[in-house]
């Protein structure tokens, strides 16, 4: 289902649902806890007028969702014309404090006077499984407290004229056979029921009576902190401050954020500018405060699989960084650079994804491959962050930070991969895939290695540390001059890679995967490798670009990851795409790139979202949205062609 808007201020994120829904709550980290139970329940709103109820998730409600270009608010608008009533949402998350902040004009759009009352509904799973939560009303300052241990969550809202919701209800939510509590609210009454513990939901409501065509607003807000204490004191200060000046801020900060990349955003197609700055924006809401940066905070997928994308996989943080490197970025570069120093095991190896708090994250990648133990990695995670931190140095000039991470990321890392390496064809040991399905030596990992192997050396050199410099360009040396066996002379076109077998003969996957084309063009000589990838993308161009009318790259042949069973083709991915476009513009073929790149925005939702895949039958998003690595590299793919 996606969700058409993330706000985030690096330790507080939400979601909202295709129904402006809040569906994903996340604290205190990016992407970790998340406070609802990631499956199909969300907070509600409810409307009541004239002794008719209606929860705004029902059919007979029009929703659309949109979010500003220049600060990370959404707009939303929420119509029913049997009720005779439209709500427009403002929604931010505070960036000085754990606030979200939900501003609720409310309108009357009958002919005749009317009785509306608004019901804002919370469903918390604070505790594993809501087992052990408790929530309360505070009558003192009139707010609902829902709590357990080091998390309190202090909820209130009042209008325009400093009313305070007028009602509540605290019951228990899905446990001894109760539905929840949010059913109190559908004759238009609550009960007042001042507390519960278990499982609980809450709801307070809001009474405005409206002339035909009338207008209130409502501010809604609920704040998270580790006691009720530090809640009030953020409480107060919006209280006294008001939200006004909270929402200023807010865009304030958004603003100079932006600013700090202005230079590249406006070289962009004024066409791809609105894209460009709201992907900037869902990139920084995927970065925690502490360097972990979010695949995605898209938990809808947990309906669909065992799992979700909330993981920081050091590749995806990697080319996430990437634009903002390119834009002259400084803050969140480094602490990924940090959280990825922090998280190296020390063998110098990069595991599969990590949680935001630095624990490892669950893998599907065993630890013995046919009755031989191997590692359960991907090797490119770890050399692509190597890449990264070169072109930080490049574009940042901060050699005294690279230096300070030269024992503790760059050596045990190029140290690793120059040892990682089979004797018998001087190119890296098989690991998992890009996509993490496949055990082999990849050409895309070998491209990716090598670089990394001659960035490290040139870090050697810079840093006065000549032997390391020898040791790493030696074992990249010897890759480059191993790599023919990559290439398919017979296809004309890289294979996807290899397996070395224990007698010492190569197995060959021939499979035609983009992710090969792309590591050689991106991290290896393309003037060397310029025939090769010429006669390789003529044959991407012929297999795996969709044919029907939605368009779009697959990432391999017969790929069937996410694949509707009612599709011929495999699903078109964004990223595919859009590295299609980079080799368009890297070989001056302008006019073909800005194709992809428009069928991107075509795809794109209002709100700017991009999700991982497109459905090639109906053209919908499929898969988590956003994708930070979606985002990422449609910022480079226009940034690439306003440099051309």
């Known amino acids: 289902m996606g969700r058409p808007v993330m706000l ?3 330790q507080l994120m939400i979601g909202l649902d295709e129904r402006g829904l809040v569906h994903d709550f996340y604290y205190p980290y990016v992407g970790l806890d998340n406070l609802t139970t990631a499956h199909s329940v969300h907070h509600k709103i409810g409307v009541w007028v004239n002794d008719k109820f209606s929860w705004v998730d029902n059919a007979d409600w029009t929703i659309d969702i949109n979010s500003e270009a220049d600060a990370l608010i959404s707009q939303i608008v929420m119509s029913n014309i049997d009720l005779g009533v439209r709500l427009e949402l403002k929604d931010f998350i505070d960036n000085e404090h754990n606030g979200f902040i939900r501003r ?5 759009i009958s ?9 804002m509904h919370q469903v918390f799973q604070i505790s594993r499984a809501g087992r052990a939560d408790t929530a309360l009303f505070v009558p003192d300052a009139n707010y609902i407290l829902d709590y357990k241990g080091r998390c309190a969550l202090l909820i209130y809202g009042q209008t325009d004229d400093g009313q305070p919701f007028d009602q509540y209800a605290v019951g228990n939510y899905e446990i001894e056979g109760k539905q929840g509590t949010f059913i109190d609210a559908e004759d238009g009454e609550l009960s007042c029921n001042p507390v519960e513990h278990g499982g609980v939901d809450t709801v307070i409501r809001f009474k405005l009576d409206l002339a035909a065509n009338e207008s209130r607003p409502i501010n809604y807000w609920i704040i998270a902190e580790a006691s009720q204490y530090e809640c009030e004191i953020i409480h107060a200060e919006y209280l006294k401050e008001g939200v006004d000046a909270r929402e200023t801020a807010v865009r304030e900060y ?12 406006h070289s962009i197609d004024r066409k791809y500018l609105d894209l460009a700055k709201k992907s900037m924006m869902i990139i920084k809401a995927h970065a925690d405060r502490r360097g972990g940066i979010l695949a995605s905070g898209d938990s809808s997928i947990f309906n669909y699989g065992r799992d979700y994308y909330c993981y920081c996989w050091p590749r995806d943080g990697a080319y996430s960084i990437w634009p903002l490197i390119r834009l002259g970025y400084k803050e969140e570069p480094k602490r990924f650079f940090e959280f990825c120093r922090d998280t190296l095991d020390r063998s110098g190896y990069l595991m599969h994804k990590y949680q935001p708090d630095r624990s490892i994250g669950s893998t599907w990648h065993p630890l013995v491959h046919d009755h031989h133990k191997e590692l359960a990695i991907q090797e490119d995670e770890t ?18 930070f690279v230096q300070s991470l030269y024992s503790t990321l ?11 390496i089979d004797p018998e064809t001087n190119l890296p040991h098989a690991s998992y895939d890009i996509w993490e399905e496949k055990f082999l030596t990849h050409t895309y990992t070998c491209a990716v290695v090598e670089h990394a192997l001659r960035r490290a050396a040139k870090f050697a050199d810079s840093f006065e540390y000549p032997d390391d410099g020898v040791v790493w360009l030696d074992a990249a040396n010897k890759i480059h001059d191993s790599a023919e066996l990559l290439f398919n002379q017979d296809r004309q076109a890289y294979r996807k890679g290899y397996q070395l077998q224990p007698d010492g003969s190569l197995e060959f996957d021939n499979t035609l995967d983009i992710s090969s084309m792309y590591g050689v063009m991106m991290f290896c000589d393309p003037v060397i490798e310029k025939d090769r990838l010429a006669s390789t993308i ?6 795996l670009i969709n044919q029907g009318n939605i368009g779009g790259v697959i990432r391999y042949e017969d790929d069937w990851y996410m694949r509707s069973s009612e599709c011929k083709s495999p699903n078109s991915w964004f990223i595919c795409s859009l590295w299609l476009a980079q080799y368009y513009i890297q070989t001056k073929r302008l006019d073909e790139a800005k194709k992809i790149v428009d069928w991107v925005l075509s795809h794109t939702l209002p709100s700017g979202t991009l999700s991982e895949q497109i459905n090639p039958e109906t053209g919908q998003q499929v898969g988590v949205a956003p994708l930070v690595w979606s985002h990422a590299e449609f910022i480079n793919t226009v940034l690439d062609i306003a440099t051309e």
């Open 104 to 108: 609720i004009n409310v309108t009357n």
């Open 410 to 420: 760059v050596k045990p890392a190029a140290d690793f991969m120059a040892k990682f």
């Open 383 to 400: 050399a692509v962050v190597i890449c990264m931190l070169g072109e930080f140095l490049d574009h940042s000039k901060e050699s005294e």
């Open 111 to 119: 002919s005749k006077h009317a009785d509306i009352r608004v019901f």
């Open 538 to 543: 003529q044959t991407i161009e012929n297999e």
């Open 254 to 265: 958004w603003q100079k954020w932006l600013s700090i990349g202005a230079d590249g955003l």
């Open 8 to 10: 985030s201020n690096g």
